[in-house]
């Protein structure tokens, strides 16, 4: 735990003494032993202590001319709440700001920090973590949080127990709707599970689920409350139903089929176009969304995750935006936006053929559909297909 604390008194923040007595209370009360403790005035001004606790470690500097002091509390184990310390401190000084940074390092995660855009992260408060493993593509957490059971993969949130219905209908059902038939899917990535077995109840009687992290996989079938089973993971890894999984690199697999779906569906984490060379990037690339679109059956359609629409954060779906109307336009089709205003996320369907308007053609085709979505109805498709201006404007 890391923390500056700010607005103090300046002969508050130069007694030694003080200082002392107040570290100690503090990491006392939040539960840690004190082994011992050292302090040291500097001149003119300012002063360090130093404990040595059975968990680690806690020391505070101090700038009395500042009226602040920097404070760092590490500990081993659950014993010791770091957290509490540090605020319990701040309140013992008289502090009134403070300023926090939890660290892991090690062990169980306590937190995670995902960044958002450039300057932004938002630290997720984790409850008891289900598991935490590096599966050799990511770093996998499912930890509870105040959304429920949660997916992070490499620090960011894929998905959680009470948003991801949301998510994963909106992720589905449009591709779903705008299909000319629903009877091959191909999904590559969404590792839960959930969209597979969406696009079954939507009523394709074959998906094929490639995903190229089969340990991650699995820790989704084991710990989310959504998604596949053990048991039903089991029956897709053997081919034994409807859904068949595979586990590979979904890129190539498309690259190397001479199959043709339906509805292909592309869930994946988002792009990194500040990182030029991370290997997800190729399965955004113009290549890879022209191959899926050589790959759909006459009056199919492709869908891919393509990001936020927040203006100040589109970058990554103004640029597939692009892409898709390239890659779609250029054979008399088009790019369809899928918004979802409960939700972080947009979502971009393809077609070769243009198959009218898209909002009107997915609100009618509804009622003839073996199941309906919770959270869309024929009102919403409507308007949720109908692109924002900004994106409009990039394609004319």
Known sequence: ???????????????????????SESLVG??????????????????????????????????????????????????????????DLARRMGATETSLQVVDRGGIPRTVTEPISEGLTRTWRLGPVHTS?????????????????TL?????????????LTYHEALVWPGAL??????????????????????????ATHVDHVDIDTECVRICAEHLPYGYTPASLAAAERGDGPVHLTYTDGRQFVLDSD???????????DERPDEPDAQINRLYEQEFVQACADRVTDGGVVVFQAGSPAVWRDATLKSAWTRFDAVFGATGGRAVYIGCEEHEWAFLAGTPSDPGEPGEVAATRLASMPARPETIDETSLRHRLVAPLSLRRLTG
Do not use: K, N, Y
């Not at 700038?63 to 014993?79: I, K, Q, R």
């Open 1 to 23: 735990m890391l923390a500056e604390l700010g607005g103090i008194d300046p002969e508050r923040l130069d007694d030694a003494e003080l200082l002392r007595a107040a570290l």
């Open 30 to 87: 939040a539960g840690a032993q004190v082994r011992q403790i050292v302090t040291e005035r500097f001149s003119p001004q300012g002063a360090t202590v130093v404990a040595v606790l059975a968990e680690s470690h806690a020391s505070v500097h101090t700038w009395p001319e500042l009226g602040g002091m920097h404070v760092d509390v590490f500990t081993c184990g659950d014993a010791a709440d770091p957290v509490a310390a540090v605020h």
């Open 133 to 149: 493993a590096d599966t050799g593509f990511q770093r996998v957490v499912v930890a509870d949080t105040a959304h429920g059971v």
């Open 152 to 164: 992070f993969c490499d620090d960011e949130r894929q998905s959680t127990e009470q948003t991801q």
């Open 178 to 203: 705008l299909t000319r038939r629903l009877d091959r899917v191909l999904i590559i990535g969404s590792s839960e599970g959930v969209a597979s077995e969406m696009a079954v109840e939507a009523g």
């Open 259 to 269: 199959e043709r779906w339906d509805l292909i569906i592309v869930d994946l984490p």
